[in-house]
């Protein structure tokens, strides 16, 4: 069995997206409130994965979840790209004209807007799950409110799913990260499917310097998929640079890394494992 670390509750997109990463395997979910609380939680309980969202498609990504990933000491070992489709549903004995109120996240609710749009009458409440706003509803029996989440939650709290696909963007793809405990990884991933490495390094305030270091990525034919800048505090217009790199020749990769390492300040290898597949 294996043990993960989410920010949510059953039925949220962390949980889909575990089930998608490990199928067919059983697991008992750590559920968590907040993401600093996931990574609490892996500090105190050393063989405890987890599964971090990370960036959105249409939200861009989570700012902070970079940073409490470099201070967590934990690695990446695995990825995977999950479709968010978002479904309404309510209690079972209730009908489209029982609906006055319909609660979720609010990003959820902001993703589903055209569809809210035409359904003006509905009183929008925020929650702070989405899985929790139907967790809410079954287990308070709030007859007339409706929660939007993912469709797999109806069959946990007992909802009736009233429609689904109402997101406006069809094309709406979470980016979750798999991370462990450095003393874990080498039995979570497998060295030669690796293909993909995420890190974290900052450069002399010197003109040039961050062209010198995508000029060596390009010399040993490295591609550069994702590079996302934070700002370091205490060091006004500096910054540290967080990368995902992709490539086919892992000992090209590691040279690569080899010829920047002279050039930069710090540098951190915040995991190396296989590029993620995407699911519905």
Avoid at 19 to 37: A, N
Wanted: aromatic share 8%.
């Amino acid at each position: 069995m294996k043990r993960i670390a989410i920010q949510g509750i059953k039925g949220s997109f962390h949980d889909i997206a575990a089930h998608r990463y490990f199928p067919g395997e059983e697991i008992e979910l750590c559920c968590c409130d907040t993401f600093e609380d996931v990574f609490e939680a892996m500090k105190s309980e050393r063989d405890l994965l987890s599964l971090v969202a990370i960036e959105n498609t249409i939200a861009g990504s989570l700012l902070h979840n970079y940073e409490l990933l470099r201070d967590s000491g934990t690695t990446i070992v695995g990825e995977h790209k999950l479709h968010i489709c978002h479904s309404i549903m309510c209690l079972p004995d209730d009908y489209w004209a029982d609906i006055t109120e319909v609660n979720s996240h609010p990003v959820a609710l902001m993703q589903c807007r055209d569809f809210l749009s035409r359904h003006a009458g509905l009183k929008v409440v925020e929650t702070a799950d989405t899985a929790g706003a139907a967790a809410d509803i079954s287990r308070e029996n709030l007859h007339g409110h409706a929660a939007i989440c993912h469709k797999d939650a109806a069959k946990i709290y007992g909802m009736k799913v009233l429609e689904e696909g109402i997101e406006t963007n069809k094309h709406n793809f979470t980016r979750f990260l798999v991370l462990s405990n450095p003393e874990q990884a080498d039995n979570l991933r497998h060295a030669e499917e690796t293909d993909k490495a995420s890190l974290v390094f900052t450069l002399p305030h010197e003109e040039g310097s961050l062209s010198a270091i995508l000029s060596i990525f390009s010399f040993y034919k490295i591609n550069l998929t994702k590079i996302q800048s934070l700002p370091i505090i205490g060091k006004e217009w500096q910054y540290m640079f967080y990368i995902d790199l992709s490539f086919t020749d892992y000992k090209r990769y590691r040279q690569s890394v080899g010829a920047i390492s002279p050039l930069v300040n710090e540098l951190q290898i915040l995991g190396e494992y296989r590029n993620g597949k995407q699911s519905i």
